[in-house]
């Protein structure tokens, strides 16, 4: 047993987890979620914003349970093992705006960082461009951390504050089972191709006690590296590749499926302009380096009490309705015309939040005496 548990050491354990979910992800598309898309952070925020009819695209359109297993998972795992704790406060409105941004990016490239893996382990080589966007953008988040960029410190909350998030997704599960004439629903298109809400359900919450118990973050993984050279967040990133690599190669060569085709075009839900790719993510990369986690780790923070990173949240879910009401979002054809645009800018305000924000801020001299009046 000893000698189990050396071998069982964190940097092992984060791997088989993201081992586990790598493998759950796709089989989840043979179940009947979207190809390449069995989990899916951005694209699962953006359709639950859907359903809620906060954006009007008809194809993406859907209460998905896999967001609410996350949230739901993560809360009964941090009761469990006494680490909920409320608290919040650290510059909201910023969190916000970036959690906006971070969507308008992943829906620039088609995918979050956790798609941007199972898209490659499918044999999507545009994920390369996806995922080297990523690293960049938390480089240069890397870059603004050491020059003291900080969103300030969180305070500790009521107890009761904590709680929303989880009992909006206990909400929402209610909500999914009954299905009122209220919420929308995708006839055709990705939102309509969903696994039983129960298998989508448990793998949720599975998906969410493993990621709260390991800190799993699919950007951190990458400012981990660049900031202190620890690999451990990025043995997630390993594990994930691995399982739906495994499990798409057996669908495919094994049982005659169609889950693994190498290479760039005719790739589900996706596009090939490469530079539009890399600067999506890009935009991805930075912004959740500034909020401390990607869109998955918002979501496990929020199911532990951290009204910081639900309000990160609720951007999110605002930048798929800004995204999708105002044609920003890429097709399979490629970015629209404005979609570009909006992305330049978001990098552009991340990069100036960056460097205003902080010990060495670069705000002007007499707006800062003003602001300690």
């Known amino acids: 047993m000893t000698r189990v548990s050396r071998l069982l050491t964190p940097g ?18 043979r179940w009947g979620n979207p190809p390449n898309m069995g989990i899916c952070v951005g694209c699962f925020l953006r359709d639950i914003s859907g359903a809620l009819r906060l954006h009007s695209a008809a ?27 409320a ?12 959690g906006a941004l971070v969507m ?13 893996v199972l898209r490659l382990a499918g044999g999507d080589l545009n994920a390369i461009l996806g995922l080297a966007g990523t690293a960049f953008g938390a480089l240069i988040g890397v870059l603004l951390l050491k020059r003291g960029f900080t969103l300030g410190r969180s305070a500790k909350m009521s107890t009761a504050a904590g709680w929303i998030m989880p009992a909006i997704m206990l909400g929402f599960l209610i909500v999914a089972i009954i299905r009122p004439v209220f919420i929308a629903y995708s006839t055709s298109g990705p939102g309509s191709m969903h696994a039983a809400l129960i298998i989508s359900l448990a793998v949720g ?15 951190g993984g990458w400012r981990d590296l660049f900031l202190v050279r620890d690999s451990y967040l990025f043995k997630a990133v390993i594990g994930l590749f691995i399982g739906g690599l495994l499990v798409n190669l057996v669908l495919t060569y094994g049982f005659g499926g169609g889950y693994f085709s190498l290479g760039f075009e005719g790739q589900p839900a996706a596009h090939s302009n490469h530079l539009w790719n890399f600067l999506g993510m890009m935009l991805v990369g930075l912004g959740a380096t500034q909020l401390g986690g990607c869109p998955l780790r918002q979501l496990i923070l ?14 999110l879910l605002a930048g798929a309705a800004v995204a ?30 960056g460097l205003l924000m902080g010990e060495r801020g670069m705000a002007p001299k007499f707006l800062i005496r003003q602001s300690s009046k």
Do not use: K
Request: contains cysteine; proline residues 5%.
């Open 12 to 29: 092992v354990l984060i791997t088989l987890f993201a081992l586990v979910i790598g493998i759950l992800a796709a089989l989840l598309v």
């Open 324 to 353: 999708h009401n105002f044609t920003l979002a890429s097709t399979g054809a490629g970015p629209t015309s404005l979609g570009p645009w909006v992305v330049v800018v978001g990098l552009v305000i991340a990069i100036g939040l």
């Open 104 to 116: 308008i990016g992943i829906l620039m490239f088609m995918g979050c960082p956790v798609r941007a």
């Open 302 to 315: 929020s199911g532990e009490g951290d009204t910081d990173a639900a309000v990160t949240v609720l951007g």
């Open 205 to 219: 919450l599975l998906v969410g006690v493993f990621a709260q118990r390991t800190r799993m973050c699919f950007v």
């Open 59 to 85: 194809p993406v359109q859907y209460l998905r349970p896999e967001i609410i297993g996350f949230v739901l998972g993560s809360f009964g795992a941090a009761y469990a093992f006494g680490e909920f704790r």
């Open 87 to 98: 608290r919040g406060g650290s510059a909201p409105i910023v969190r916000f705006l970036l």
